[in-house]
């Protein structure tokens, strides 16, 4: 076999397998550097499946050479390979750019357990992005979880303690949620592939059992996703982990999860399940309106920075579900792309938050006031962020909202609505956004706050380096848009 | 009705009543500890749930005897399955366990709502 | 240079001219300054010099990149942009001649932002007259509002700042919560959202739709300022009066109407609206605006306050003259833009001089001001006598095409309109002229004479602009006509 | 017969599961929940799930009760007495029962041989399982070979707990209070240390051989190394952490751990190198079945290794930390 047929196999290999290495690298910046250069190796290889599967084709590799259904099978198609872009760049740029800002926050003997966790969370993500196995996906789940734990609990503040062990009972318990979905689904059907699981299922008489599955399923995904009303774990583990780590579980952490969770409804009930679909319209439509208006007003009046950005990130996958359960392509493509943007923006976002956290000890939006003289391009590079999650036209975050309003359009007087009601939380946005830009370019800066100079290079370049990509992204959309095209065309009418 | 399926339906009416003492205890209990326990009688509960649907009438464990060639055996995939999800279970007991030491650490109490209002 | 590469650099210029003022500054103002205007001139020459190929009937097109299908960053140079672009160009470098003499005269801080920004405004100006569809002038109208925030709230204390949120949140809102959604729905229609002459939504939408798409337009191009969306304006005054000028009489409120006009004229089509009953209403609230703002600017105490709600009339003048869907009609429309855009900036000049030089913004306190600043007051008087209508001004030019659409659609409700504001513009102007000329000052005046010399250059410039545009408006008529009266 | 005393089991686990809720001595409720596994082990034992027993009764009711015991010194013993007011919590409760009875009312009955489980791919497995690998027990060969893949994850999910704990504990400290004073041990208890000495060579043993012994009969990695971490840990109870920790010294520890998970990664990594996919041991040798037999070995090792490194590394993380 060549190289490239290895690919998605060493996808997920080279980060969970230098993990146990990293803990071994006790001189100092070497756990560091071997970590990143471990991220930097998954990224380019994402890229190089993606190059791949932009033409449409679909990757699979048989592990230990059993066939599917009796052996684990990685898939890779569109939809995974725009998944593996976001959650490698997130991590790749996080983890380069932020060694300083790790320095800080993390003491040196402990750095190799966290650079250890933190390839363990990228390989767990990278697992479940890309297995076709039902429990397998679990398993990777819950290596990423425990790794997700682990990366928040290194939060300085002893709130991040608390946080972490709610995320923790929260996670468990979604996780344990899905395994109940899918054992039902494995007694019903006796396999746990999921394309032979959608071939097998719709012999299943008995839909009672089903329909079960396809609840416990959604709502332990949804958990773990912090769909609203089950976010609220989500805004203090973000806000008290270290400030890296934000930056990289939240372009990435709860979209992995929905992925799955588009996955598994769209491929294994879509086409089985009687009114499935319209059930999921009908669930997940008012939950995604309703989190998308409640979390932007919380943003608004959010006095903390990170929790603000927090529950703008429950926000913005309410969009991801609108578009998800209009149930057309169109939607669907939105809603994908919307993944993809939308980590852009905040990856962006979050790293100007933690270029300010370096000079400011405090992230309360007040605190921040004038910090565009002292520091300016972070500053810059904060509202460049900014845009884009608003979707002004030329940032990414335009692509997707334009992509949804008009598949939103499609649905007659109720559409309309829909409208109304994404451009009222678009201007929620405006709001809370400008709300924390104002603070940095036009307030007086505070007495104490008057010495602070520019963050450090290297995490400014990376911050400039995606928020650039967030103008690139929304002047030449090409890679992500052919991506999404081709997830949205596989998710509604993939091969029977 | 034959004891089997009295035992067959007992099995999941107990993996439903366990299931829900342990969410119970996670959701209502104020104490970190008791929390951690009741997950994990709520992921044992899951356990059982698998477990039950490996059995087969007048099966062994799969373990093949090649001199019995008529032998049945229970399936082993659940099995294996549920193998792997108690190393999880106990993973995450662990750790969880580790946040509960530090946070009494911290904040001196395991209580929910005292932690709460500490900050 | 090819005319393509010209539409860039007319953006580039100033974008990089804005980089480059902020290098100048750590050279001293001067150096700063000069920076500004060389910037200035080497736009307006680059400009300018693109009218004599817009004359004899040549297009243009650049197409930058496709975002999505039918979904370009794309620049067209037509003659309505032509003409918008030479008119923001060419009033930059007054403009900034004036600013020196305002800025150093009050000694105002934040200079170098000031002009910073005043420079990306340009460029954002120049990409919406360049724009060659919606998407593109959308982006570029964001642009304009976000780069002219920090001149509106430049004082920066506690009012100036409030009043500053209010520029933004109604602009912002608007055209988010309006606008976008009618440049989407107007892609789900048509496919696509380039400005064509003739329009494009002909065939694919009718019945009350068409109103509807047409109010978000409307209420969504909230630089346009058509009454309930004019808040703005006024509250925008709290900014330095060069802004004021250039901004909210030029810039700004132009790349409102200007919008307005060409999506009446690309993508409705003129004629496919005026077929349309459910576009009947526009006439009305633009009457309403004219009257109402009238009224309100009668009221007015404060000279700057005033202004601006004079502009707001003057403004629905043009979307009014736009929705009488008629060629003379438009062409009305468009020399108002033009003299409308002379008379105002010579009225904030005048209004910046008083200030600078007696510390005077009331109207009351005008009395007698005139002896003591004759050539501010003389400008201002003629851009007074031109906002009237009266001749030898260009006011008389465009008010008599406007009227003419208005005969020749037989608009009953426009004449009466125009008349009666006519009238109402009258009464609010001729009191300030006869008090600053014609009444004693008060007693405990101390003298003080004319403001900077720049700014007497600068407003004097103007005023005679007015005067001249009312002999030699040819260009702009046939420019305009260019578009009306094409098959 | 059997059945009777499959329901007497399920009943008393119930029982055991009130009670552990309802008390509110977190000490009894530890103890409660080690009889709690040991009853669920029988139960598994009963479904012929012999590997699944093993295992839960060394994890369940080993493993985890030191661990518990572990935090419970170094926290609360007692949980306070408070009143509860989350109606909320209890909806949620009855929503999910409801939704899972609902669930149960037509699902296949218990041992129905012609249930969609054992007539899709399970066959496969005990039908090829002779064939493919060449010794008997399935259970071994579908965790190492068939979803090896689902055992690294596992593996590695052990080690992120391990490296979880150690990062939040951050085991950098002195010897804790948990062995009574200087870490001796219980050197006073004479009972208790002389059948402790007597017990742990057997248990390392019996670890021992159900690590080696995994391909034919119950038993594997895990369960060796489980079985031999609890044999330490008593060893460490008895005579000091001082001397557990002579016995294996920390880099010890790490080395199994790191060593563990090198080794499986490793086996799938040569797999592939020699032109299989990745941990398709049949390319280890010329024989196919002698391959996957030496892979099953090799990654049964590294499992065996990381589970007992990882345990032991956590129990030594919560005895280091001081009483606060």
Known sequence: MTFNEHLPALQVIVPLLSAPIVILLTPRGLAWAAAAASTLFSLFIAIALAMTTVTGTALTYDLGGWEAPYGITLSIDAFSSLLLLIVTGAGAVAIIAGKASIDVQIETHRQPLFYSAWLLALAGLIGMVISADAFNIFVFMEISSLASYILIAGGPDRRALPATFKYLITGTIGATFYLIGVGLIYMLTGTLNLADMEARISEVTSLNPLLAAAGFITIGLALKAAVFPLHVWLPNAYTHAPHMVTAFLAACGTKVAIYVLLRFNFFVFQANLPEHAVQFAFFLMPLALLGTVIASAVAMFEGHLKRLLAFSSVAQMGYVLIGASLLNASGLMASVIHLFNHAMAKAALFLAVASLAIRFRDLRVDELA????????????????????????????????????????????????????????????????????????????????????????????ATWIVALGNVAFGLYPELPLTLASHAAETLMEHPR | MTLIEILGHFNYWVFAILLMVGFYAVIVKHNLIKKLIGLSIFQSAVFLMYITMDKVEGGTAPIIQPDLPDQIYSNPLPQVLILTAIVVGVSTLALGLSLIVRINERYGTIEEDEILEAD | MTPELTLITAILLPLTGAAAIAVASRFGDNIREATTLVIAAALAINVWQLIPLVMAGDRYDIILTEILPGLHLALHLEPLGMMFAALASGLWIVNSIYSIGYMRGNNESHQTRFYICFALSIAATMGIAFSANLFTLFLFYEALTLSTYPLVSHKGDVDTVRSARVYLGILLSTSIGLLLPAIIWTYFLAGHVDFVLGGILEGVVDGPQVGLLLALFVFGIGKAAVMPVHRWLPAAMVAPTPVSALLHAVAVVKAGVFTLTKVITYIFGIDFLFGEASSGWLMYVTSFTILTASIVALRQQNLKRMLAYSTISQLSYVVMAAAILKPLAEVGATVHMVSHAFGKITLFFAAGAIYVAAHKTEIPQLKGIGRQMPWTMAAFTIGALSMIGVPPTGGFVSKWYILAGAFQAGNLIAIVTIIVSTALNAAYFLPIIYMAWFMEPESSEKAHGEAPVTMVIALTFTAALVLLFFLFNAPVVELERQIVEQP | MISLFGIFLLTLLVIVAIAIVHTRNLFAAVMLTSIFSLLMAANFFILDAADVALTEAAVGAGVTMVIFLSALALTAEREKRRTYTRSAGLIVVGVTAITLIYATFDKPPLGDPDAPVHQHVAPYYIEKTPEFMGFPNVVTAVLASFRGYDTLGEVFVVFTACIGVLFILDARRGVGSMYGRRGRGLHHHHIPQNVGRLLVPLIVLFGLYVQFHGEYSAGGGFQAGAIIATGIILYGLIEGENAALAAIPRPALLFLMVGGASLYGLVGVVCMLLGGHFLDYSVLAENPVTGRQIGVIAIELGVGMTVCGALLSIFHAFAARKHS
Request: hydrophobic residues 60%; contains cysteine.
């Open chain 1, 370 to 461: 004038g910090a565009a003289r002292t520091m300016p391009w972070t500053c810059a590079a904060f509202v460049v962020g900014g845009l884009s999650l608003v979707g002004i036209p030329g940032t990414a975050g335009f692509i997707s909202k334009w992509l949804l309003i008009l598949s939103v359009m499609d649905h007659g007087h109720f559409g309309i609505l829909l409208v109304a009601i994404i451009v009222l939380t678009s201007l929620m946005a405006v709001y809370y956004v400008w709300r924390v830009v104002e603070k940095l370019y036009f307030a007086a800066p505070r007495l104490s706050n008057v010495r602070v100079n520019e963050a450090p290079l290297t995490l400014l370049v």
